[in-house]
């Protein structure tokens, strides 16, 4: 199935505005749908296009691109391998999984110099150390990043045109939706938790509407990403460390502990293996805030961190993993929130993901109790104009916001919105937005 995602709006927007002055690059995780959107968009705005997917072509196909001092017998070459003709300024090249072949991707500089086509270039694990390190990265290069579908897009997959639109005008009204209303809006968003927003697995539930199903895909793309961190870490940690991010996030620590995950392994060693995790996009970060203001950045701690998955339905599975799935009982159980299980790890993870769709860089803050037996924790910060929005999330009991309250005391002066997110319906008490986890991605 080929699935709407806002992504195209964004490539639409280069195209114009560009003219083939640049080309773009769309970045993101395995299996995300950028080949997919890529051809898509080729095929609607372009008369003809090639795509070279150099998972699949011909080392004579990826070799070309190692001398570009002939372009007329490249573009020949391209022609007369996938029996398209090429018109300027009328047909786009794709070059799908790019990383593949670096050569390719040096030689977009002097591609879109030519000037006669426009260029859309895919990639996964771009940034991987050793398919960059020997080539000039160009500047003529456009990123665009893609994540598994978000909830919108999720209920466009399901055929709901209408309902982020009507939440979107409740959320800028604080206007409450009634108890009835939330849970079953609620319910719904629990389904989105559950399939996550990896195409396959949306296609898997749309097609047999068995969540068992879905849970076999997920392990399958799973099963790839732990292939691809094999392949560049023969170690072993990246995979250790993508495996314990439930377990780390249910331990309640106030950051990822890497020598839990890694049979002791330091921090320090594995900086660079955590940052081609980052960058994979498989999985989310939260750094915490040394000085939470609207610089957050400046004053990120690199080494303390928390570490979330990319795709919350992945994150379900993951969580879940050491039942292989016969029927859909726990399933089942967690959408109907029946399931006898702490599943705020499961909230934060989603909220982290929204966020990070969002446009939202994730930051949190830790500090101790005036006791100094315990900290105090705010689960994400968020930059707000010139000052903070500190959130909290609740799954459960929300009366009780002792940190959120304690970290509002302590940054009055900076603090701009203060939001708790929770599963009951909107409401605004004093200075405070208690509101449902599906409208974070208004935040």
């Not at 390190?133 to 897009?153: A, F, G």
């Not at 982020?164 to 009204?173: E, S």
């Not at 809006?185 to 296609?203: H, I, K, N, T």
Request: glycine share 4%; hydrophobic share 40%; aromatic share 12%.
């Amino acid at each position: 199935m080929i699935f709407k995602r806002k992504i195209y709006e964004e490539l639409l927007q280069w195209k114009r505005t560009d003219e083939g002055r640049t080309a773009v690059l769309i970045q993101g995780a395995r299996r995300v749908g950028k080949s997919t959107i890529a051809e898509k968009f080729a095929a609607n705005e372009y008369e003809t296009y090639i795509l070279v997917d150099f998972a699949a072509c011909s080392t004579e196909i990826r070799d070309l691109f190692n001398d570009v001092s002939d372009l007329n017998r490249i573009f020949m070459r391209l022609q007369l391998e996938y029996g398209t003709e090429l018109k300027e300024r009328k047909s786009a090249i794709i070059f799908d999984e790019v990383q593949l072949a670096p050569k390719a991707r040096q030689a977009i500089k002097y591609l879109v110099k030519d000037g006669r086509y426009d260029y859309i270039e895919t990639g996964s694990l771009i940034s991987i150390r050793k398919n960059v390190k020997n080539i000039l990265i160009p500047s003529e290069e456009v990123k665009l990043h893609m994540y598994p579908m978000d909830y919108e897009e999720f209920k466009w997959a399901l055929g709901d045109t209408a309902t982020i639109k009507l939440l979107q005008n409740c959320f800028n009204g604080r206007t409450s939706l009634g108890d009835a209303t939330n849970r079953k809006l609620m319910r719904d968003f629990r389904l989105y938790m559950l399939v996550g927003g990896m195409p396959q697995a949306v296609s898997a539930y749309l097609e047999t509407n068995n969540l068992e199903k879905v849970d076999s895909v997920k392990r399958s793309i799973i099963t790839l990403y732990e292939d691809d961190f094999n392949k560049i870490d023969q170690s072993g940690n990246i995979s250790k460390m993508f495996r314990q991010i439930p377990a780390q996030l249910t331990s309640n620590a106030n950051r990822y502990l890497t020598w839990r995950a890694t049979d002791g392994t330091r921090n320090s060693n594995l900086a660079e293996l955590i940052s081609e995790m980052k960058e994979s996009m498989v999985v989310n970060m939260a750094y915490h805030a040394n000085d939470p203001s609207a610089g957050m950045a400046l004053h990120q701690a690199p080494d303390k961190y928390k570490m979330f998955v990319g795709d919350t339905g992945l994150f379900v599975t993951l969580a879940f993993w050491d039942k292989k799935f016969t029927d859909n009982t726990i399933y089942h159980k967690l959408l109907s929130d029946k399931l006898n299980a702490d599943l705020g790890y499961v909230y934060e993870n989603v909220i982290a993901q929204m966020l990070k769709a969002a446009g939202h860089e994730l930051y949190y803050y830790t500090f101790p109790t005036d006791s100094g037996k315990h900290n105090y924790e705010v689960d994400f910060l968020i930059a707000d104009e010139d000052k903070v929005s500190p959130v909290e999330v609740k799954s459960s009991g929300y009366k009780a916001h002792a940190s959120l309250d304690a970290f509002c005391g302590k940054f009055s002066a900076r603090i701009k919105n203060k939001y708790l997110i929770y599963t009951k319906d909107m409401r605004k008490e004093a200075d405070m937005l208690y509101m449902p986890v599906y409208m974070t991605m208004f935040l």
